[in-house]
């Protein structure tokens, strides 16, 4: 659990510090794109001007990826597509917390499942004991054992979804 909590911070980290250089870069920084017509009628693109092509466009990207004159994200092929659909390393995040969030149910339904196993085991009467620090078996009384049952009960209750009596 504290791997995955180190890989999410990382992630976390990352995604930031990609977050603060895109916004030091400014406009100035555009992008040209020359788009031209082939010899053969094939379109082309090129970063440098070419020198014998036909009806020759000039594109500039922005540092973000929009286009300077146009306004809309380059790349934008669906007008219905999601702009605020989610990136890679935002996926990724969000399926990390979704495994974190797993582990922890499970290993809360653990937690619960072994509350409920001392409980029964208080239930069933008999010589309840606990091993003392030196190894050696101290034996309950009903009043301890009583104790037992109630604290058992409490967590069950603070800790279960469903708690059983």
């Known amino acids: 659990m504290a791997y995955a909590s180190k ?3 990382a992630v976390k980290l990352l995604i ?6 895109m916004l030091s870069m400014n406009a100035s920084q555009a992008i040209q794109v020359y788009k031209s ?10 970063q440098h001007a070419p020198q014998n092509g036909k009806n ?8 973000d990826g ?9 790349g934008k092929t669906d007008a219905n597509q999601d702009v605020n659909a989610q990136s890679a390393e935002e996926q ?4 990390l917390e979704a495994r974190i ?3 922890e149910a499970q290993a809360n339904a653990q937690r619960c499942q072994s509350l409920r196993n001392n409980l029964t085991n208080l239930n069933v009467g008999g010589r309840i004991y606990e091993m003392d620090a030196s190894g050696k078996r101290q034996y309950l009384d009903g009043r301890e054992i009583e ?12 800790y279960c979804a469903n708690p059983t009596t």
Do not use: D, P, W
């Open 92 to 95: 990724r995040v969000a399926q």
């Open 7 to 9: 890989i999410n911070t």
């Open 147 to 158: 104790l037992k049952r109630e604290r058992v009960q409490q967590a069950i209750n603070q």
């Open 56 to 63: 020759i466009e000039v594109i500039e990207f922005r540092s």
């Open 37 to 46: 017509i082939g010899a053969h009628g094939e379109v082309k693109y090129s």
């Open 101 to 103: 969030k797993e582990q």
């Open 16 to 21: 930031s510090t990609a977050c603060m250089l």
């Open 66 to 74: 929009r286009q300077n004159n146009a306004g809309q994200l380059a």
